[in-house]
């Protein structure tokens, strides 16, 4: 089975409000990054949490990691029509190159 | 500055057939790792390539080979397709050691 498993699978919400994506994992790890895909093109890089760091802010994104509950978290906060994507959480095990990606969450934000 | 790039963006091809996929690094990058995605999945690892030798490799049957010239470009060659082949094929690069890894837009196989 996957290394990590996002929660939800599909998310639907209104623009402005908050969007809030889990991630679960079961081995130990160097980090934990978050991509976005829109409609089955490239993974965009979102942001990048090593394992001995808690919490990470860029933009509108907000970054946990509890490596206790082997978890993460990604807020979205005012989310805008164009977020709409799949939202992956990729765990980098070993030398941190080889990267585990779960099925992801499909964010739908309503205009 | 250029991103990933990937060739074909899209290719249809029939059980038994082989397929070779092209990547070419972001500037400055000398790794490039593949990946297969299936309609509504993660992408999965297959391997990676770094100083023109496989580094790292998931699990994928040896049908599925790689190569990387001295300019960091790669190719994915898969043989004996079969129609689970169909997916995604996206290509990733980095340097060096470093954690983040740069997407190209993928190639869309579909194997008939």
């Known amino acids: 089975s996957q290394q990590g498993e996002e929660d939800p699978q599909a998310l639907s919400i209104q623009e402005g409000e908050n969007a809030t994506m889990n991630c679960s994992y079961k081995?130990?790890?160097?980090?934990l990054q978050w991509y976005r895909q829109n409609s089955g093109r490239g993974l965009v890089h979102l942001i990048l949490i090593r394992s001995n760091e808690r919490e990470k802010h860029s933009g509108r994104l907000r970054v946990t990691l509890d490596t206790s509950k082997k978890s993460s978290s990604l807020l979205i906060t005012a989310s805008r029509a164009a977020d709409t994507a799949s939202y992956f959480c990729?765990?980098?095990?070993?030398?941190?190159?080889?990267?585990?990606f779960g099925p992801g969450t499909r964010l739908s934000v309503l205009p | 500055d250029a991103g990933v790039t990937q060739s074909p963006t899209h290719l249809i091809k029939t059980r038994g057939q082989q397929v070779t996929l092209r990547c070419s690094p972001k500037s400055g990058h000398d790794t490039v790792s593949w990946y297969q995605q299936a309609l509504g999945q993660g992408p999965q690892f297959i391997f990676q390539?770094?100083?023109?030798?496989?580094?790292q490799r998931g699990n994928f049957p040896d049908r599925f080979s790689g190569h990387q010239f001295p300019n960091y470009s790669s190719e994915l060659n898969v043989n004996a397709l079969l129609l689970g082949d169909s997916a995604l094929y996206l290509c990733?690069?980095?340097?060096?050691?470093?954690?983040?890894?740069?997407f190209g837009p993928g190639t869309r196989l579909l194997v008939l």
């Open positions: 390539y770094y100083e023109e030798e496989e580094r």
């Open positions: 990729a765990t980098g095990v070993g030398n941190g190159q080889n990267f585990v």
């Open positions: 990733a690069s980095s340097f060096g050691t470093e954690e983040t890894q740069y």
């Open positions: 081995t130990s790890i160097n980090n």
